[in-house]
């Protein structure tokens, strides 16, 4: 996650759709029995456990799931047999094929002054230290900008460490400020002459457990092992170095690139009944980092967003469009079947009416936002009025989704958005404690209900969403 997507999350909030063509009532986009049948369903799904044991399932059945690893392949049987058993119209897999990352030993500690031992763990797509680690002074940067504006006689011959500490923000905005210092310290620090680097961990957290998440860089580009420390270990450094003497630092990072590797996103589809090749799109991604089970990060997206199609199919019927559920692969370190998706149905993507992700945890919805053309706001209109007994508000037509629909996003897709309060999020993403107890099924049940609404609704729309919209 999470990658940039809570930066775009937070460019949508408080924005506010002032355009408008011809207002339509619900009653007028939709038969009466039909909004019915959303009410009841909506209330139903309030209770209903389906997504929870999905996850619990996920869970406990596979485990954690990084790509290319025995798990992702489990994962992928684990898709498919689920879509089966809950009555999907259509499942298929589309290979995804990427270079295996594997993850190996971890340790660090402060030599000298006051020597101290470290909780590190490598970010994904690091290159690996050599056996004997990397020792050497720190040179501190408040923050990337700071390492960016360096001369490379401050860095060079050291290793980089940034210090910035991530903000609690309910919608996740503090995650964007954070995140470029995961990405790009290792590149720039190398560019620099810099001969290790490390990070304090991108979270909101004071537990001992450090936050993983991908670094990044080309291939052919210079980069340097690097890892991110936990939140605590981060504040005893920061300490040391208030001291105002040398420290040195030595870490060793096992982690390294393994083979090309093929797995799959697993699609399963509720087919329309008048308009079977045109979409709405909804999942979450199958895999997950390494450290914990991937309950929040992205086994409830996925357990959300499958429980939600199947319940439309048995209390309402087959809707006018399809309902694709795709769970993407690889994620997590590049958006692998996000841009295999995009690429294979590149020639179609006008076939994708509106599109929305679930990847952000397990929390509750607050607010739903769109991305759409004018034309189509009387439907989110519509979806509003459903969701006012959910007290969710509609706030505007400048939203986005998540980061497996960025390509068919920026090829002109519409999406929405449908936000989850994501004050607690950060505590748990990337690390090892992304497990189930923090899944809540009373939380879990009331994203269904959301999602029930807008996914019915979209898909039964006569009308679209707009193409071609601008980024």
């Not at 040391?240 to 040195?248: A, D, E, Q, S």
């Not at 809707?319 to 694709?324: E, K």
């Not at 459903?386 to 969710?392: A, E, G, Q, V």
């Not at 449908?418 to 607690?424: A, E, R, V």
């Amino acid at each position: 996650m999470k990658y940039s997507v809570l930066l775009i999350l937070t460019l949508c909030l408080g924005c506010q759709q002032t355009a408008r063509k011809d207002i339509s009532s619900a009653a007028d986009l939709y038969p009466q029995d039909f909004l019915q049948q959303v009410e009841k369903l909506r209330d139903m799904a309030l209770t209903d456990d389906t997504a929870y044991q999905l996850i619990e399932s996920l869970t406990t059945e596979v485990g954690p799931r990084l790509g290319g690893s025995p798990a992702d392949a489990a994962a992928v049987t684990w898709a498919m047999d689920k879509f089966k058993s809950m009555d999907f119209d259509k499942i298929s897999l589309e290979p995804v094929t990427f270079r295996r990352w594997v993850r190996g030993p971890e340790t660090a500690e402060i030599i000298a002054p006051f020597p101290q031992p470290l909780k590190i763990t490598a970010l994904g797509r690091s290159m690996p230290t050599p056996k004997e680690g990397i020792t050497g002074e720190i040179a501190h940067f408040a923050t990337i900008e700071d390492l960016e504006a360096a001369t490379d006689d401050q860095v060079q011959g050291k290793i980089v460490y940034i210090s910035n500490k991530m903000l609690r923000k309910k919608d996740g905005s503090g995650y964007g400020p954070a995140v470029k210092a995961r990405s790009m310290t290792a590149k720039v620090a190398a560019e620099k002459g810099g001969i290790g680097a490390i990070i304090r961990s991108i979270g909101t957290d004071s537990h001992r457990g450090p936050h993983t998440g991908a670094t990044r860089y080309q291939e052919g580009e210079s980069t340097l092992p690097v890892g991110a420390l936990s939140n605590v270990d981060a504040d005893l450094l920061d300490n040391v170095l208030k001291r105002n003497k040398p420290v040195t630092v030595r870490y060793t990072l096992g982690s390294d690139w393994g083979d090309e590797y093929t797995s799959y996103n697993v699609i399963g589809d509720i087919v329309g009944r008048e308009k079977p090749d045109e979409y709405v799109i909804i999942g979450g991604h199958l895999d997950s980092w390494d450290l914990g089970t991937g309950a929040i990060d992205d086994a409830s997206g996925c357990g959300i967003t499958m429980a939600t199609a199947s319940l439309i199919k048995q209390h309402i019927g087959q809707p006018r469009r399809t309902i694709r559920v795709i769970l993407w692969a690889n994620e997590e370190y590049g958006l692998f079947g996000a841009r295999a998706y995009h690429a294979a149905h590149q020639h179609e993507m006008n076939k994708h009416i509106i599109g929305a992700e679930s990847d952000f945890g397990a929390g509750r919805i607050y607010a739903l936002a769109s991305r759409a053309d004018v034309a189509s706001m009387p439907v989110f209109e519509a979806m509003a009025e459903l969701l006012k007994p959910l007290d969710i508000p509609y706030v505007g037509n400048k939203g986005y989704s998540g980061p497996d629909l960025i390509p068919m996003r920026r090829a002109g897709m519409a999406v929405a958005g449908l936000y989850q309060d994501g004050t607690s999020y950060f505590d748990y993403h990337h690390t090892p404690e992304d497990t189930l107890d923090k899944v809540i099924p009373a939380d879990i049940a009331q994203n269904v209900a959301v999602w029930v609404v807008f996914t019915a609704l979209a898909a039964e729309y006569a009308g679209d969403f707009g193409f071609g919209l601008s980024d």
